[in-house]
């Protein structure tokens, strides 16, 4: 699975790798590509999963500001809700392709 901006190719990980939550892709940390990704101030904290770390999106076109977020230590009652650790992964913003 892919997931791709302005044609920049921003996190790759196998599908069996990327965790589904709301409908939402969660990609692994270690799929997203160096320096693709920049810490944003914007806060957030999901009532079930806890809180939320943004990040504005690096592709060819520029910068797209919170196109990305991820729970860097999600509520261990998330963690068991999903039936797996989903900590770091990274989903993203519509307008992000996403898919095979």
């Keep these: 699975m892919k997931a791709v901006l302005a044609g920049t190719v921003i996190a790759e990980a196998d599908d ?9 892709s969660y990609f692994p940390p270690s799929s997203v590509r160096p320096g693709a990704l920049v810490e944003s101030p914007t806060p957030y ?3 079930w999963k806890g809180a ?10 520029g910068e797209h500001a919170d196109a990305a977020w991820a729970y860097p230590t999600p ?10 650790d989903f900590s770091g992964y990274v989903a993203f913003a519509p307008g992000v392709e996403v898919g095979p």
């Design 52 to 61: 939320c770390q943004y990040y504005s999106v690096v592709a060819e076109d």
């Design 16 to 24: 069996a790798d990327v965790v589904l939550i709301e409908g939402n």
């Design 75 to 84: 509520y261990p009652t998330a963690i068991e809700r999903v039936g797996r």
């Design 45 to 47: 904290t999901c009532p």
